[in-house]
């Protein structure tokens, strides 16, 4: 009548007197619920370890082990909340208060009311009843955050494999503080070289929490360093990531972005600043140019290359850049202030060597937040423009099955193809399929790009590089290039390039000419003329390759570029 | 904290006022606010007056307004925010999507 549950439940008896054990049986019974006996303490533990036991109804004293060291045994072994009601003659209460300091959860006093009893057992049943769905609760919650902990650590692996193309050290001029759980808040921090031997580097911060911000972070990876290393232009890079994540990501979320690009073979840095905090470029003890948002986040709004507004200003060796996002600025301290603007324009100020300004902000922030809880979210970056650096073992591509061969190519660029892309990286691919350099690729990429950057600005589009001297002028020389290259009617660049392996078949020369249709110049004029004309990148290009020289009219150019397997 | 709407009689402009935080705790209130909004070639206008406060999550909230906005050829427009929301706005740009002032 009592129990209405569909399984009956089982109650353990124990009592040395048959009388009281025949009572209460009867009892159970009568109200529904199984039962289960034994004699003394020692056998009520047994019992509890063979069958499933619902509530113990615990006699005091008995032979063998008494009701007290019973409960205490069985409540000490924590499986599970099994109620123990102590049945007792005794009133006194110091008795009555022992059974609940041995583990007794309520007590009954005989002779026994049955009624009372039912009801006791009832009570129990109810707050066992309870205590068992908290306990699967807690036990469902705790294999959940397991389940977490372990689909977050194989993320945690997965993003340190993505991330770990590291290009960090004072060789390289680049270092970064991030903390591991940085990545689960959506900072996210990629290096790569680019053709010109400088690297480029991409700041990024999702929003939102958690795992969805990491969703982002592995195309977003995928795309910077394949294209990078393609020779894709960083604003090339943009584009293609900014459109896949406005496919991949739900309206709400975007990622805000700062990009360094360091053009080593002209000392420019290039920066786009979409959406996160001012970048600040750092000389002489101050900073001498603070870089402001002034492109959408990515993964809003559709955008073309030309749209996305970069700023470009000439380095100087010993010039620092800083970017920082937004966790820097909002670290905050116990009494909920944040260390803000001004405290860190402070740490610029306040400091005099420039070497130790990265350590700075970080102490300075730590210090400022000591104390409060841990928001782990600061993210800083510092690259340094070093006269020489170093970035380790170049990793190139190994392509084991392929042979080098002998094989010539051409390409005929006209005026709708320059405006309309850029052909340098398909070029460059093409040339890695068919002539796996063991080395070199890089200076492969330096040398074209030069030489096609030369054809194309000075040549097709007859722009002054003396306009590129003053850091106003760069930004003007690169607005006239889109300009002239959007209003021409006529134009083309021809790209020839061909390779013969050496008789020992280790090497080869690779032999490139580019003749553009300008109006060219007289390269046996005295040498200031040339440098005019030439500027910077040439000189980069006669570094790197054996020979070069320049044909006709001065509007074509060859280089020869000799490589051997061992080096 | 709390998110406030009214809708004009023709059903031409709706206002949504902010009190407090704009961030992720509103995130439900936000949506709920405008869901069931039509506003045909209307506009919406977000008063962020008594808005103290505005995080990244608010500024993608604010992208789901504008994507059931122009679902309708409606329009966004931000008003009455203080510098520090300015500064957090034109840090992300959104000039460039969203009528400001």
Redesign the interface.
Known sequence: MKNNQHQPKTILIVDDDLTNRLVLRALLKEAGYQSVEAENGELAIEAVDKHHIDIILLDVMMPVMDGYQAAKIIKGRNKGFIPIIFLTAMTDEAALAKCIEAGGDDFLTKPYNHILLNSKIDSMLRIAGLYQNIESKSKAIEEHNLQMLQEMNVTKKLFKKIISNDLRGDDTGLHYSMSPMTMFNGDLILAEKNQTSGLDILVG?F???GLSAAIGAIPMSDIFHSMTQKCFSFTEVLTEANSKLIDLLP????M?AGLISIDRSNNVVSIVN????DIYLYRNNEIVRTF??????LG??KITSQQIEVEMIPLEYGDRLYVAT?GVMEATNKNGDMFGLDRLLKTFEDNSQGSELFDSILSNCAAFCEGADQTDDITLLELCHLENVHYGDDKEFKHEHCNPSNWSMQFSLDIKSLRQFDALPFIMQAVNQLQPLESGRTSLHTILTEMFANALDHGVLKLDSSMKSTPQGYMEFYQEKQKRLESLDEGDIEIIMSHELNEDGNGGRLTLVIIDSGEGFDYEQPETNKNDYSGRGLKLVSSLCTEVQFLGKGNSIMAYYDWDSDS | MSVTINVSNENSTATIKIDGRFD?SLHNDFRKSYKDVNLENGEYTIDLGSTGYLD??A???L??LK?HAESQSATVRLVNFNDEIKEIL?????D??FTLG
């Open positions: 911060d929003t939102g929490h309206t709400q979320m975007f805000a979409a959406g996160i905090p402001k948002s002034k492109n959408i986040p809003i709004s937004d | 992720f990244s999550s500024l993608g909230m992208l789901l994507e034109s840090i992300a740009s959104f460039k999507l």
